[in-house]
């Protein structure tokens, strides 16, 4: 990188192969700037080249008709070998295209001969310094990270391309190691964002200190961090870059008077002379680091062909399913629910399916995560409740004595999209379904975290008629407080208990806690997965209200439920 010493002292090149021109903008110069001002003058392209590297210049000025460059060539190759080194084109051209695509080239300012004179030279110079230190201030903001001045994203991945590109020739190994801080939202909840800004600032320092030369670190926003080591022999390069990056990060930190640990969760991904591009290097770097937290996160994974064949299928799984809305492959079916009182039909849990066409029918396990990641369950969340609410409509139509109702999972996503609500009642009102004959279904976690906007609009859904249920109730950690504050109507017991019924002491005290809890809270109980005579016998005896499972019926295609109805 070229620097010029201050304005105020500069050095100017003069690039121009007409003597007696030289010499007068020389003394122009030396007229404006003073005695202070150093002006060296060339007469060729490569002349100037040399120059700019042995001697800090602070601006060029440049003619366009050289020996070895000629027109808007010299100012390309001169940028080229100088990129941040301001320019000042010294033409005898005065033609208005020119000088647009001079500046367009990367020079900052355009001057014709003849019409120039001390005042007006001095003022070019000093105008194309400023002009080139903001073009640099804004390349480096738009290309590091605001809160720790680390590279971001779009640099490392250039930096990266040219390491691999190096690789290729030299036939050297290159890393990329995605860090992660393990639960980081907890400090941040807890302490303030504000000390969480300064925990993320110290952790991309201990990171750089880790780096060896070559090497770059760059934070991928959030507490994500990215580094590149541009030099690896191998697996244990790669492997003794993270336990490094991990052990620095596990020396406590300080914030004032709070001592705070940290763990990482840390991908390893390995480049060669065949990886084609960087972002696939960081893209498998970065399904390793989340296969480090599911794996009980404070480890390091390295990506590796079982993981690539993963992420191959996950890539073409997500790339279906953003079509399988428009092409009517997403279908929902309905397991029935049944009063433990009488054994009178109650009504139904939508539970959606994808008719995959080349892998068949799949449960939603193994495309609604997917669908939460990508954003889409929005757009299928909404189809889900309008078929839902479709069916019911017409089953109740048919029976309307059974006064059935539908049950609907939500997503938390659904419901931080404003206007959700709404959405629910012109939903019932399209179809003319009653408030009271729609069940949403939410899970523990929701519960747990106190959302207030999520809160309100269950409250507000409450007023409106449509009932709350939590769903898979015992498997989380929803405290008795919040689910005091939260508006629900049923609880939902999940199927891990229901099963060991009759086999497992403990099951039925953890079932018989939740009946109890939930009488206390008004709330009726509904008992998932039964399968067998006894374990109804047993959730009806313990005063569950409703019950559903593979005894009664699995999740049915809309048509046989028109039969069961029947």
Known sequence: MTRGPAVTSPHVLVVEDNPADARFVEELLRMGMGSDAEVATVDTL????AHVARHPVTCVLLDLSLPDAHGLEAVELLR????????VVLSGDDDEDTALRAVQSGAQDYLLKGRVDEVLVTRAVRYAVERKRAELELLRLALHDSLTGLPNRALFLDRLEVALARARRSGEGVAVLIVDLDRFKTINDSLGHQAGDRLVTMV???LAEQLQPGDTVARFGGDEFAMLCASVEGIDDAVVAAERAATAIAAPFMLGETEVFLTTSIGIALGDATRQSAAALVRDADAAMHRAKERGRSRHVLFDDVMRIAALRRLETENALHRALQRAEIRLHFQPEYSLTDGRLTGFEALVRWEHPHRGMLGPGEFIPLAEETGLILAMGEWILDDAVRHIARWRGERPAYDLVMAVNLSA????VAGFVDTVRATLARHGVPPSALVLEITESLVVAEDEITRRA??????FGVRIAVDDFGTGYASLAALKRFPADILKVDRAFVMGL??????EAIVTAVVTLARALGLDVVAEGVERPDQRDTVARLGCDVAQGYLFAP????DAIADLLH
Not at 80 to 87: G, K, N, R, S, T
Not at 458 to 463: T, Y
């Open 502 to 507: 009759g086999t497992d002491s403990a099951d």
């Open 46 to 49: 490569n002349d100037a080249s």
């Open 204 to 206: 991309a320092a201990r």
């Open 555 to 558: 999740a049915l295609p809309p």
């Open 80 to 87: 080229a070998a100088e990129p941040q080194l301001p320019i």
């Open 458 to 463: 269950f409250i507000e859904l409450r007023d």
């Open 413 to 416: 996503r659904q419901l931080a």
